[in-house]
């Protein structure tokens, strides 16, 4: 029987370690092949917008490249392509509405919008949910 | 009986006190629980910090875990029962279905 986890992201990336801790879970859960569906809300939106680019780091003396900034944007299509690789699948609704209000609808590829109905179907019918909420 | 993993990310004496009760209660009630610090929460795990907090948590039988690469990025060696551990073991428990609570 295939393992189905279900995630609920709050925080924007760069400002946020759980941002950073989520995509950690996503990963190691990826690379098990693991079906796996998170809703992206709030500032979370922001975590796949095709937007975010590198850059230079002129205090140390590091040009675009040799700063190789690293892009939660980048991250989520390898944690895609790291469950399906495993059998696995990436199911990513970023909440429409608060793409909307953040001018946040410029997303990667294989992500789709939706909101808290998708979340609450998800959560009927996986393994298990984890809801990282932002921090009050 | 119920398997409780709480996962604590804020620094300890600047929010973390509810889940920490949260989960001496609970484990002192009979439960199953796993407390598992990440990002600034771990800072419960260095010595001198929250002490009889995490003397509280042992003697009630909670297995406290943190996550190792929070950690080292810290420099936080763990003392007082808190064990380094990877975010698989997170993983582990959601695949489980033990109930897991992000404080």
New interface residues.
Partial sequence: MS?T?TFMLMDPPFEA??ST?AL??LQ??AE?G?NLNVLAYEGAVYVPFAGQTGHPNPVHGHDVGEEDHPLPREWVRIIGETAASNGGSLDWVNCGMCADERGANDAVDGVRRGGPPALAAWMASS??T????T?A | MANYTFIA??DPVDGDAMVHELSRDLSSAGHDVVLFL???GTFLARSGVCDDVKAELADAGVTMLA?A?ALAERGIEASGGVQGAS??T??DH??A??K?V??
Avoid: K, M, Q
């Fill in positions: 393992t986890l370690t759980r801790t950690r879970l190691i859960a098990r693991y393994t298990n984890l809801i990282i909420p921090r | 990310s804020r990440v990002e600034n996550d690469f975010l698989e997170l993983v959601l695949a279905g033990r897991v992000w404080h």
